[in-house]
Each structure stands twice: as structure tokens, then as C-alpha cells.
């Protein structure tokens, strides 16, 4: 039995996540299979290659041919229509028993339209195996909807542990069925680096490469097996294109000025070691390395802005995310070169902020000057606050709430991702026969991953917008869910991390906080989206 079968029996409305701003149920169905499409010429060719590509599934998996024609029809069949009336990325759906009508003003809106009809399906249409035998009616309906948050974003780090392009591909997938907008792509670490730059080809020809892997917990430990990857320009193109065609930007981040151990590993006369170095080596244990840039040298910010600058090249999306996270000056305190610098610029402890941190803001403002060349804007963890920020440069809120608290009352625009809700590499619960990975987290210090698991009510009952004054709330830009994957080494863990918890990260981003109901939330998730996870053979954590 279907889950629509379900539905249209008793006319009961479609289970949509994440949940539409308003949907109010009409008298009767309107016939899916077979039915004929049309766009009209206003709506734009991406818009109109994804309506094809829904034709060309439902044509598939429904058995019966549906044709997408170019015409103004708006009384019979499905038809696509652009009206600029509708909020961006939102769009209204009018369904009769003759017409099922879609209005956009642009193609996220369009693409939502589409995600939004796929969940009222039959679940086949997630696959391409013919079901014909499936009920292809729609129940009659008026939908609007649109989202709460323009920033809906997702991250994953790619640096502790690898992902190849068919993984990102998959994630890029699924995460747009539930409406994520933003892939926040970490390619930079201490442990590999992972984007390959024509200026420096050592960046991945050695800092891709680790020789081994600590194990488990023991950081004294390390397994012995060459380790690594990196992505080519012509496969980060690829994804580009395919994350495009899913209305997702990519937030490419190039982590500086800590967590660069694996530049240094390729480029030594980066680094702080003065003139007999150890040799660098591409960090084969976690944590933070206290061996960092040595932004005192010239050279060493000419090297990232050729970095950021091939960087801003690849990536069209307006925003580079600069990481500006964890970056320990200990070694700044005495390197000659640092400084001189510090005494050039005049920098001094001030205010509770030392010399050091007043450097890294140097080095961040430098940056970010550099990057609104390129015609970019910089996102950068919370850690870029402390000492003076320049104005126009976005905060992601990772250290709890309060970053993005302060950052959003002097008037930075914000992105919330704070570790309370928003960390999934967190483990989901206590019990160790639902968490059938955690065993790795008990080896770890950090013990908020055990004490403190981050269950799917949690996420769920995050709301962003708490604790920001009313004249701050339009700086919170949305909310992102963050993947470290120091201890997520496998595709089949990393989306089991993922999900259902990226389900309930959807409903904060999208919906306003009078839709969310835990209880509506949980009963679609085991009645329409899990079936939907396994079409698309995700793999993902069971309700409790
Ligand atoms: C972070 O989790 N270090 C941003």
C-alpha cells in the first residue's frame, strides 16, 4: 500500500516536510498519471528543466506519458506559471479535479513546487522503477508557502575523513528534498587539504596525504595507512552544477589562520619555525595543532590571497567562508616575524584582547578586503569577533548562542550553528544499541559528545531567533547543521549522523515556530519521509 493510497482514501492532507506555511484540503483528487504539463514561456530554463526532469520521472515510474508543452494553459493538466508576487524561494500550489496550477517568482520557488508534489506522490517517484499499479491522485488543495529562513544550510568536513564526489552528489540530493538552500563545503585541516589549486599543486600533491590515522580515541595511537584525497577543479565543478540545479549554493572554506597544518606539511616557509624546522607533517592525530601560519610574512598573506582568490574563481556564490576558528598564537608570541608585524600595525593587549588576537583580526579585515575584490562576502566562525570585526563580515555562531547574540546586536548579519543543536556528530542518545557507533565517542575527551547527546526533539525544538533583541532578528541570516567527522569515516555513519536529524533542522529553517509539532513532525516522518529515505537508500536512525 501506498502511503497516498492511505491519504486519498480518506482525503486526509499530504504529510510534507518540511511542513507548508499553509495548506488548506479541497474536495477531490486530481490524476497524476498521465497528465499533461505545461510551462509558460516566462518561466525560466532551469525552472523548466526541472519540470522535464519530474515529467520524464513520472512518465517512468507511473507508466503512462506525460509531455511538458510551452503554453499559457492554466485550466487543464499541471501548469507552471511565473508571478512575481510570489516571496522568493516560495511558491502556491491550487490543485482541482481538472487543474493543478503553480505559481513561482524564481526557481527555488519552482524547484520547492516540485519537491513539495513529489512528497505528495506515491513513494516510487523517488526511484525509477515503474509502479503503475500505484494510485497517482492528488487530493485537491491550496498550498502557499515559503520559508522562514533564506540561509538553510548544511556542512560537512571532508578533511578528517574523505567523501567522494558520488557521496556528495547523494547528500546534495537528499538534503534538497527537504528545501536546504546552502552547502557549507569544509575542505581545509590540519589533517588534509582537499581542494586542488593550479598556483600551488603541493597543496594536494602532499597536504591531501596523511600517513596514518589515529585510532579510536588513543592519541597516541596511529594505524599506519596512508590516508587522503582531494577534489579536482573539474569534479568541484561537477558538483557545483549539480548542487545548482538543486537551488544550493556552495560555501567553499578555506580555514585560516589555524588549521593549516597540511598547507604547511606542502609550503614549510609558511609556518613559524624559524630557520631549522621540523619538517611539517600532515596532522595524523585530531584536535587543534598549535602549529599555525605565520601571518607576520608577507608572503604568507600573498599565498592566501592566491589561495581565496583561485578560490573566488572556482565558486560563484557570493560568500567564501574564511574559518578564522580555534587558531592558537602561541607560537606568534615569539616568532620574530609576527612580532615585527604587531609593532608595525601598532597592536596592542587591549580591552581583555592581546596583541596576537588583534593580529588575526588583521588578517581577517586583509581578507576580506582582498575577497570584496573578487566581488565576494566572508562568513567566518564565531572566533572573528573578538578584537574589531569590519563591518559586512557574517558570524557563524558555533560556540553556543551568544556569538551570534552579539554579533546580530552590532549588526552583523548571522548564521546560527551553534554546537547545543546544531553539532550531529554529536551522538543522538545514551543507549548503545541505538547508537551502534558511539563506542568511538567514548574515546573521546570531549565528553559533552557522551554526556550531552543532541536527540532529534532537541534539534527540533531549536529556535534561533531566542535571546535576539527584536531590532537584531533580521540579521540572523538561517540556521546550518554541522558534520566534523573525526570519528565518521563511512558514508552508511555519516547519513545515519545525518538523519532523521537534518529532517528537524529542515523544519527550523523553513517553518514559522506556530507549524513545528514535534508529534505532526515524528508521525510524517514514519509514515511518508522514512519510506522516502529508503527509495533513495539512505541510511538513517530509527525513531525511539
Ligand atoms: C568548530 O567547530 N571548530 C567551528
Request: proline share 5%; glycine share 8%; hydrophobic share 35%.
Amino acid at each position: 500500500m501506498t502511503v497516498f493510497a492511505a491519504c486519498s482514501a480518506k482525503l486526509e492532507a499530504p504529510q510534507i516536510v518540511p511542513a507548508p506555511r499553509s495548506l488548506e484540503m479541497g474536495k477531490g483528487a486530481i490524476d497524476f498519471k498521465g497528465i499533461a504539463i505545461c510551462c509558460d514561456p516566462s518561466v525560466d530554463s532551469l525552472s523548466r528543466f526541472a519540470v522535464e526532469q519530474f515529467s520524464g520521472c513520472l512518465t517512468k515510474v507511473s507508466g503512462k506519458k506525460s509531455y511538458v508543452t510551452t503554453g499559457a494553459g492554466a485550466d487543464k493538466g499541471l501548469c507552471f506559471l511565473k508571478d512575481d508576487s510570489v516571496a522568493p524561494e516560495g511558491y502556491r500550489i491550487s490543485i482541482t479535479p481538472k487543474s493543478a496550477v503553480v505559481r513561482a517568482s524564481d526557481f527555488n520557488g519552482f524547484f520547492y513546487s516540485l519537491q513539495t508534489l513529489r512528497q505528495m506522490l506515491p513513494v516510487s517517484i523517488y526511484g525509477t522503477e515503474p509502479d503503475s499499479r500505484a494510485d497517482w491522485r492528488v487530493p485537491c488543495c491550496e498550498i502557499e508557502d515559503a520559508p522562514r529562513f533564506a540561509y538553510r544550510g548544511f556542512h560537512l568536513d571532508c578533511c578528517r575523513h574523505f567523501f567522494s564526489r558520488e557521496e556528495i552528489k547523494k547528500l546534495l540530493d537528499v538534503m534538497s528534498v527537504f528545501k536546504f538552500n546552502r552547502f557549507h563545503w569544509h575542505l581545509t585541516e590540519d589533517q588534509g587539504w582537499r581542494i586542488e589549486l593550479d598556483g600551488y599543486p603541493r597543496l594536494t600533491e602532499v597536504g591531501a596525504w596523511r600517513t596514518g590515522t589515529m585510532i579510536g580515541g588513543d592519541w597516541e595511537s596511529n594505524d599506519g595507512i596512508e590516508y587522503g584525497g582531494f577534489y579536482t577543479r573539474d569534479e568541484i565543478r561537477d558538483i557545483l552544477e549539480y548542487a545548482d540545479a538543486r537551488g544550493i549554493t556552495i560555501i567553499p572554506e578555506i580555514d585560516l589562520p589555524g588549521h593549516m597544518q597540511a598547507a604547511l606539511a606542502a609550503y614549510p616557509e609558511f609556518g613559524c619555525k624559524g630557520s631549522q624546522p621540523q619538517p611539517y607533517e600532515v596532522w595524523t592525530i585530531w584536535g587543534v595543532s598549535k602549529q599555525v601560519l605565520n601571518v607576520g610574512k608577507e608572503k604568507t598573506l600573498c599565498f592566501l590571497e592566491d589561495v581565496l582568490g583561485e578560490v573566488a574563481d572556482i565558486f560563484p556564490g557570493e560568500y567564501i567562508h574564511i574559518g578564522g576558528d580555534e587558531c592558537p598564537r602561541d607560537e606568534w608570541k615569539t616568532d620574530p616575524d609576527c612580532q615585527r608585524k604587531i609593532r608595525e600595525l601598532g597592536l596592542k593587549d587591549k580591552d581583555g584582547v592581546s596583541a596576537e588576537a588583534r593580529l588575526q583580526n588583521y588578517v581577517t579585515a586583509r581578507m576580506q578586503k582582498f575577497l570584496a575584490t573578487k566581488g565576494k562576502k566572508i562568513i567566518g566562525w564565531d572566533e572573528i569577533l573578538e578584537g574589531d570585526l569590519a563591518e559586512g563580515a557574517t558570524v557563524m555562531s558555533w560556540r553556543g548562542t551568544a556569538g551570534g547574540i552579539k554579533a546580530a546586536s552590532m549588526g552583523y548579519d548571522v548564521i546560527m550553528s551553534p554546537t547545543t543543536y546544531c553539532y550531529f556528530d554529536y551522538v543522538q542518545g545514551n543507549d548503545l544499541v541505538k547508537e551502534p557507533f558511539s563506542i568511538t565517542h567514548q574515546w573521546s575527551e570531549n565528553k559533552e559528545w557522551i554526556d550531552n547527546p543532541l536527540s532529534l526533539d532537541k534539534v527540533y525544538g531549536y529556535e534561533p531567533l531566542a535571546e535576539i533583541p527584536a531590532e537584531a532578528q533580521k540579521h540572523i541570516l538561517g540556521v546550518q547543521c554541522n558534520m566534523w567527522t573525526e570519528y565518521i569515516a563511512e558514508p552508511d555513519y555519516l547519513e545515519y549522523m545525518f538523519f532523521p536529524r537534518a529532517l528537524a533542522i529542515s523544519e527550523v529553517q523553513w517553518c514559522t515556530p506556530e507549524k513545528k509539532d514535534f508529534e505532526r513532525f515524528t508521525s510524517a516522518l514514519a509514515a511518508h519521509e522514512f519510506p522516502i529515505l529508503d527509495k533513495l537508500g539512505v541510511n538513517y536512525r530509527k525513531l525511539d
